[in-house]
């Protein structure tokens, strides 16, 4: 435990504290990068990215020994990754464009056919002498054990350096991600906005490699936004509340896995995503799931206050023990039954929304609109100002006013 | 009657039009969606683009855009490459082609009409967000300023995107379907915007599937089937003759003559 709260709060030593702020970086810049790639709907294609980037580590490491080194700079590793990550993207693209194939098939190809070749040269790579310590295999789940310190700024440099280009990059990207035919209309290159997106995937792909590793990598791009979504309904939040929550996640699972250093990284990071994630789902404002509890429960209310209120402009008398509490609760009617001057006024009003409300149903031929009504929603949360008065127009012309 | 117009074909564009056009063709696969159209649209006017369901219409403003690729053709938007009068242009894409869930809200979107302003790194000026709502007023959205767009109706998310395009201050408006699945108040008050629009001196070109109401909203017609038909002032251009070139048999002679200004 005290190794943990050490790792977190930066009291673990030089190198543990470099790793924690590079995780949290690449957290961050996969979190925000990630955005992107959900707004513009094509999450998948990471997937493909991130497993085609295998066979790059181990030819990465069969020409570096072969040029007499031991194979194992993270720099060169991270190149040769590069490279056929950047291969299986164009082919993803290039599949889709030339051929009848949807996305989704293409990027299930490409993925399985990659991530193949890499599984066969790491078994070949096995069979060489410098292989068995050469720890290959971390690159599948990640490792913080045995980074050597240029490795940890490489990584946060690589992520600060992501963050920066997502930061210029923000405005052409929700732009096309949004509306594509407006952004090309507009003179932006439709086709550069997309690919560097995908360029800033790949990097986050390339530079989480070694941290969380290329089989969950596509997690930290994914679960942050999906949970920053339930937070907010404006794109610029959700891209920077993701970075945040990408962060944090990197942040506490790099200092949990310092401190178990048996344990691979990319589960615990990916963990910790996902319990941001589920806390979110649950309690997140109106999206989250008891929200809509409690706003079913209020639903409730609103539909016997309404119907008490419009049983008052009639002068009906109300039964539901239910609606009189809640009228009586608000000095809509008196102990007695009988309604207040504030509850008439409130029955007369919504009256008149239901007159407004027959009309707008008769006359308005937008059924996504009218089919809004639902007894309870005041008028004026549907139609502008000048459609009331519109309809307001016809009831004075139908008598019914 | 071909022949004809091949030889009536402007020889070099009109260089005051806010969008000349000539010998357009555009292709899908093999398949010509437009064939060597001419069309020269008149500045400060309200212009239609008119014809049937396939005939081309939003072939025509995406491909004058550049946003399709052109078999050939050459486009002028007020004398000049497209690609340098965009900022003279603003474009409202017909409604669907956006995702209703899209996490932004209808000031965001308007804010996204200032793009070419703000560029890469400047912030929102207060005075930009000024302007955003004044354009989100205009078009009586004020209110709706914070809501996310996919709890608009249809004729909002309509009044929405019109405003991005008037937050631009763009001299010609290229309008896609601007009023199909939209309600009356809506059609009331973009045609109020369009119309004032003309006034300020700008340029208004629109597809338009709505014949009953084309003499009354429009001053210039394209009448459009695959090549051009017809076109000139739409009070004398929208002829029972053009109509039922334009549309074959799939408007009744009585229709025609209805719709027409002036028979044959």
Known sequence: MQAFLDALFLQA???????????ALLGFAAGAGGSFLFLRKRALVSDAVAHATLPGVGIAFIIMVALGGDGRSLLGLMAGSAVTAWLGLVAVEWMVRRTRLSEDAAIGAILSVFFGVGVVLLTVIQTMSQGRQAGLESFLLGSTAGMLYQDAVLIAGGGAAVVLAIWLLRRPMTLVAFDPGYAAARGVNVRR????MMGLVLAVTVIGLKLVGLILIVALLIIPPVTARFWSERAEAVVWSAGVLGAVSGWIGAALSASAPDMPTGPIIVLIAA???????????????????????????????????????????????????????????????????TGRAAGAKIARDERRWSVARRLHHDTALTGRYDGLTPIEEVFTQDEIAHFDARIARMGMG | ????????????????????????????????ALFSLDATFPAGAMS????????????????????????????LVFGRDVDRARDRIAYVPQRASVDWDFPTTALDVVLMG????LGLWRRISAAQRAHAHACLDRVGMADFAPRQIGQLSGGQQQRVFLARALAQQADLFLLDEPFAGVDAATEAAIIDVLKSLKAEGRSVVAVHHDLSTVTQYFDHILLVNLRRIAEGPVATTFTADTLSETYGGRLGALQIEGLALSGS
Not at chain 1, 193 to 196: I, P, R, S, Y
Not at chain 2, 1 to 30: C, F, H, N, Q, W
Not at chain 2, 114 to 117: A, F, H, I, N
Request: aromatic share 4%.
């Open chain 1, 193 to 196: 906005v997309d690919l560097a």
């Open chain 2, 1 to 32: 009657m071909a022949d004809l117009k091949l030889i009536s074909a402007p020889t070099v564009l009109d260089p005051a039009s806010p969008l000349a056009v000539r010998g357009l063709t555009v292709t899908y696969g093999e398949k010509p």
């Open chain 1, 13 to 23: 030593g030089y190198n543990a504290v470099l790793v924690t702020l590079g995780a």
């Open chain 2, 48 to 75: 239609a683009i008119v014809g049937p369901n396939g005939a081309g219409k939003s072939t025509f403003l995406k491909a004058a855009l550049g946003l399709i690729p052109r078999v050939s053709g050459e486009v």
């Open chain 2, 114 to 117: 200032l793009y070419g302003q």
């Open chain 1, 275 to 341: 319990a941001l994630f589920a806390l979110s789902l649950l309690f997140a404002p109106s999206r989250g799931v008891l929200a809509s509890i409690l706003s079913r429960r209020a639903f409730q209310t609103r539909v016997h206050r309404r119907q008490g209120l419009l049983a008052l402009s009639r002068s009906e008398p109300i039964h539901d023990p239910l609606t009189l509490r809640i009228l009586s609760r608000e000095g809509l009617i008196r102990l007695d039954g009988v309604a207040t001057d």
